[in-house]
């Protein structure tokens, strides 16, 4: 599967984002997905993924209450939905596609996405 997310841009704190990830190839209700996010001279983290068919996500707890996964099935894509953004929040988010969930582990996913900038000023 191809990823594409986009989104991402430069925002005051406090403000909102919402990412998306946009897939391509094959059946795209057939992967749970994830998303991460990784700031200069840090290791790539996890933040959430969510189930086959959205009925189940899993959390990071750094960013519980103010993230938000949802996936369309329909349109193929993955949403994150980010509020009450933080300068800590800058990174680059990535999206990833998997074929079972295992765990947050970067290396349980298979695909990835380019990658989309969040920079949250103060």
């Known amino acids: 599967v191809q990823l594409q997310a986009s989104g991402g841009g430069l925002v005051q704190a406090g403000g909102s984002l919402r990412l998306s990830c946009a897939a391509s190839g094959r059946t795209f209700s057939s992967y749970v997905m994830g998303w991460f996010r990784q700031a200069p001279g840090e290791e790539r983290e996890f933040v959430l993924g969510?189930?086959?068919?959205?009925?189940?996500?899993y959390y990071s707890g750094s960013v519980k209450g103010r993230f938000t996964i949802s996936r369309d099935n329909a349109k193929n894509t993955v949403y994150l939905q980010i509020n009450s953004l933080k300068p800590e929040d800058t990174a680059i988010y990535y999206c990833a596609a998997g074929s079972a969930w295992y765990g947050p582990n970067p290396s349980n996913f298979d695909s990835w996405g380019q990658g989309t900038q969040v920079t949250v000023s103060s």
């Open positions: 969510i189930s086959y068919s959205g009925a189940a996500t």
